[in-house]
């Protein structure tokens, strides 16, 4: 087949490769000059004017990211090289909080929580009763439950030092308004899906690198069409069961794009699809637009590092967040192949304007972490980041009619919106071609 990608998102890139894979012709449609759509690599300049290679916002991906692992490794991505491997840690500068040993499930879990630091006995065992009735009801819970709700019996330290920052970094949602069954399967699938399954996975290169750009480089040696800088402005029904993209014909087409962008292209396209495809597309369309967004706001500041190039104790902390100290977590990106000095603090669900909330955050790593000089370097707010994964939430399926797939994190599926989610939709709306 002659398949359109619209968009060079990594769901995009997934659903290229899998086409390329697969047999067929491939051109993909990208509006950005650059492929990796929100997960991508920025360039900035350091405050002396040195060039920096910077993210679209910090990523984290975990052990259990088995297809995003996959597609690595096919697209040519050294894994080992790129990622830095730790064992799941939730420490605050302090040395608070849990670090998993590296033992297979459910004994790294066990044994982390035995020995997490500046817990009471009672507080840990709170945590492994409320474990242990988790799985055995099979990590299920009332489709209405927030993650709030699901741990209201947790001591409160132990929800504000550990679910609400987990719950946080998963859905990028607030557990008050986050979902139950959802936090529950990213649980599932992490601490309980295999050994090395809640490893972290720290980006040591940018993002671009670490998937999409080398995807791009992949597809094109293998004869497919990238064109970046190129908007997909209109998708039509064609006449002869094929699809029109700006008046090309293809055989199929992938919507990647972002779920605003997608419904677009549906919406317009209802207007002439034969009847049949009406109501279904405007259907889809209305799902899509429905979805609320969470903001993730990323601070790079620069400081001044010690002897052996580190500025923190750890590649990554855990921080207090709250209202007026609005950044979860910090990473030394100098651990992670970037510039010594340089961190990135990650405000997930961030509701405050880009200005207010660097000041907020150079003031937090300076109650925090000690940190009384660091100068902004750089404050990515990426506004439309992820859905808000509240209960009950319908999602869009992928299928919207014969021969148009949709993909993204925001399709219909039991994860929140992660890289996994994007690349394991793209590979799916190839297969279901």
Not at 124 to 145: E, K, S, T, V
Not at 297 to 304: D, I, K, L, N, R
Request: with cysteine; hydrophobic share 45%; net charge neutral.
């Amino acid at each position: 087949m002659n398949i359109a990608i619209i968009g060079a998102g990594w769901a995009g890139m997934a659903a290229a490769v899998a086409a390329v894979q697969a047999g067929h012709h491939v051109t993909v449609f990208e509006a950005a000059r650059t492929v990796g759509g929100r997960a991508r690599a920025l360039d900035a300049a350091a405050p002396d004017g040195t060039a920096l290679a910077l993210d679209n916002g910090q990523h984290i991906l975990i052990g259990a990211y088995t297809e995003s692992l996959r597609l690595m490794r096919l697209v040519g991505v050294d894994v080992d090289a790129a990622l830095l491997r730790l064992p799941l840690v939730l420490r605050f500068p302090d040395g608070s909080g849990l670090r998993l040993p590296d033992l297979p499930p459910p004994w790294d879990a066990l044994l982390g929580i035995a020995r997490a630091r500046g817990w009471s006995w009672g507080e840990r065992l709170a945590l492994l009763r409320m474990a242990h009735a988790w799985q055995r009801a099979g990590f299920a819970c009332h489709p209405g439950d927030t993650v709030a709700q699901l741990c209201a019996n947790l001591p409160a330290r132990l929800l504000e030092g550990f679910i609400d920052p987990l719950c946080v970094a998963a859905l990028n949602t607030p557990a008050q308004e986050a979902s139950g069954p959802v936090f529950l399967r990213v649980l599932q699938d992490s601490l309980f899906s295999g050994r090395g399954g809640s490893n972290l996975l720290l980006p040591r290169v940018d993002l671009g690198t670490l998937f999409p750009e080398t995807a791009a480089r992949w597809l094109r040696g293998r004869g497919a069409i990238v064109c970046t800088g190129q908007r997909a402005l209109s998708l039509a029904a064609g006449r002869r069961n094929d699809w029109q993209v700006d008046g090309t014909a293809f055989d199929a087409v992938v919507l990647a794009t972002s779920s605003t962008e997608a419904a677009r292209l549906v919406s317009q396209c209802a207007q002439t699809a034969p009847y049949a495809l009406t109501v279904p597309m405007c259907d889809w369309s209305a799902s899509a637009q429905a979805l609320r967004f969470e903001a993730i706001t990323t601070v790079y500041a620069q400081g001044t590092p010690h002897a052996d190039g580190r500025l923190l104790p750890e590649p990554m902390l855990a921080l207090h967040g709250d209202a007026g100290h609005p950044a979860q977590f910090v990473f030394d990106r100098g651990q992670l192949g970037g510039p010594p000095g340089l961190l990135a603090f990650v405000a997930s669900a961030s509701r405050g304007e880009r200005a207010q909330t660097e000041r907020q955050v150079l003031e937090q790593a300076r109650q925090q972490l000690g940190l009384a000089g660091l100068q902004a370097v750089q404050t990515v707010v990426e506004k439309r980041a992820t859905f808000a994964c509240t209960p009950g939430l319908q999602r869009p399926a992928a299928a919207i009619a014969p021969g148009l797939q949709a993909c993204g994190d925001y399709i219909e599926g039991p994860y929140p919106a992660t890289l996994e989610g994007a690349v394991r939709s793209g590979t799916a709306a190839v297969q279901a071609l």
